[in-house]
């Protein structure tokens, strides 16, 4: 039977532990490196993150006055309405008839609480659902004031998505707007989070 205290079983024991020391200071090392990285940014990091906050890129030649183009989204469906006109006139008047007319209740981006809620006068970009059932609008034949309806609670909505008092539920808000721009006549569409 060896003697446990013997020099040799003592030089064996510190050899071991710190072996056993350097494995978990090399272990350590290698979990830390993600938390480390994710502190330092690079300039690749930084440009695929900037090119992919526009999640659509679309031609605005594609678009015909008067008509939706409906373009896929992460979220589902996009329209897209390119306005008339006589849309641009009417919205540029301030109108008795709307329930939100200043879009204060709405989902939107700030910068688009306007009269057009939109980048551009000449492009409404909206998801197609209204807020109390999630039921699809449709483009009407009158081409002015209420350009879209939904069959659930009969909504009426402008050529910016505002809804018109006495039609819909109480509860019914404008549609909602992701965010866009135009840039050089290419549309860009980015990520839409609904209110809670």
């Given at each position: 039977m060896?003697?446990?205290?013997?020099?040799?079983s003592?030089?064996?024991?510190?050899?071991?532990?710190?072996l056993m020391?350097?494995?978990?200071?090399?272990?350590?090392?290698?979990?830390?490196?993600?938390f480390?990285?994710s502190?330092?940014?690079n300039?690749?990091?930084?440009?695929?993150?900037?090119?992919?906050v526009?999640?659509?890129?679309?031609?605005?030649?594609?678009?015909t006055?008067?008509?939706?183009?409906a373009l896929?989204?992460?979220?589902?469906v996009?329209w897209v309405?390119a306005?008339?006109?006589?849309?641009?006139s009417?919205?540029n008047?301030n109108d008795?008839?709307?329930?939100?007319?200043?879009?204060?209740?709405?989902d939107?981006p700030?910068?688009?609480?306007n009269?057009?809620r939109?980048?551009?006068?000449?492009?409404?970009?909206?998801?197609?659902l209204?807020?109390?059932r999630g039921?699809?609008v449709?483009l009407?034949d009158d081409r002015e004031?209420?350009?879209?309806?939904?069959?659930?609670?009969?909504?009426?909505?402008?050529?910016a998505g505002r809804?018109?008092?006495?039609?819909?539920?109480?509860?019914?808000i404008n549609?909602?707007?992701?965010?866009?721009?135009?840039?050089d006549?290419i549309?860009?569409?980015?990520?839409?989070?609904?209110?809670?």
């Open positions: 060896s003697n446990i205290s013997s020099p040799a003592l030089k064996r024991r510190q050899v071991l532990s710190g020391k350097l494995l978990g200071l090399i272990g350590l090392a290698f979990l830390s490196i993600p480390i990285s502190f330092s940014t300039e690749i990091n930084e440009k695929q993150r900037a090119s992919s526009w999640v659509i890129k679309h031609p605005v030649t594609g678009f006055q008067g008509k939706v183009t896929n989204w992460s979220g589902g996009v309405y306005r008339t006109e006589n849309n641009i009417w919205l008047k008795v008839e709307l329930r939100d007319a200043l879009s204060k209740q709405s939107q700030e910068q688009m609480r009269n057009f939109s980048y551009s006068e000449k492009y409404f970009v909206f998801i197609p209204e807020n109390k039921c699809q449709s009407n004031k209420a350009l879209f309806s939904e069959p659930c609670f009969s909504a009426k909505y402008d050529a809804i018109f008092k006495n039609s819909g539920h109480q509860d019914q549609l909602s707007i992701p965010e866009h721009v135009v840039e006549g549309l860009k569409i980015g990520i839409w989070l609904p209110k809670i």
